[in-house]
């Protein structure tokens, strides 16, 4: 089974320093390896971003930017070896945590990138797909009640 490449990729080699990985360890990790590392965090990160925007993402601002370095911290991590008891290396996998549950959120429509900016037609930036937006209705919505006369009935 070969890899397939993601159109995106929201962080380069160079800024993998600015998670917190040592240059002596990012050193032992060819930049060919940390590029791919980096493109399978940014095709994790489309698979929860096109639940809300339109893929290929064109503009992002620095919280995708760090979250994908958080993600593929972590990867090159466990790749190498990962030592739980090591508290450094508990970090890297609370920062892949924390990315992975705003990626959820991102997916969930409860938490936007900033700046972001889809492809999709009349596309603003950190603003969703009109199609993407999850469409929010309540037992009476979609009993095809309006909110006046589901408020009677559910009175009654």
Request: with cysteine.
């Given at each position: 089974?070969?890899?397939?490449?993601?159109?995106?990729?929201?962080?380069?080699?160079?800024?993998?320093?600015?998670?917190?990985?040592?240059g002596?360890?990012?050193?032992?990790?060819?930049?060919?390896?940390?590029?791919?590392?980096?493109?399978?965090?940014?095709?994790?990160?489309?698979?929860?971003?096109?639940?809300?925007?339109?893929?290929?993402?064109?503009?992002?601002?620095?919280?995708?930017?760090?979250?994908?370095?958080?993600?593929?911290?972590?990867?090159?991590?466990?790749?190498?070896?990962?030592?739980?008891?090591?508290?450094?290396?508990?970090?890297?996998?609370?920062?892949?945590?924390?990315?992975?549950?705003?990626?959820?959120?991102?997916?969930?429509?409860?938490?936007?990138?900033?700046?972001?900016?889809?492809?999709?037609?009349?596309a603003?930036?950190?603003?969703?797909?009109?199609?993407?937006?999850?469409?929010?209705?309540?037992?009476?919505?979609?009993?095809?009640?309006?909110?006046?006369?589901?408020?009677?009935?559910?009175?009654?």
């Amino acid at each position: 089974m070969g890899l397939v490449a993601s159109p995106s990729q929201y962080a380069q080699p160079a800024d993998l320093q600015s998670v917190g990985l040592l240059g002596t360890f990012l050193q032992t990790v060819p930049v060919a390896d940390q590029t791919a590392a980096l493109k399978a965090a940014s095709a994790i990160m489309d698979s929860y971003l096109g639940q809300q925007f339109t893929l290929p993402i064109q503009q992002w601002s620095f919280d995708v930017q760090q979250y994908c370095c958080w993600i593929t911290a972590y990867v090159l991590v466990q790749q190498r070896g990962y030592n739980p008891g090591n508290a450094a290396e508990e970090t890297f996998k609370e920062r892949y945590d924390i990315s992975m549950k705003w990626l959820k959120d991102v997916a969930n429509g409860i938490a936007t990138p900033a700046q972001i900016l889809d492809s999709s037609p009349n596309a603003q930036p950190g603003t969703p797909a009109p199609a993407a937006q999850p469409q929010v209705t309540s037992p009476g919505i979609a009993a095809g009640l309006s909110h006046p006369t589901w408020d009677t009935w559910a009175r009654r």
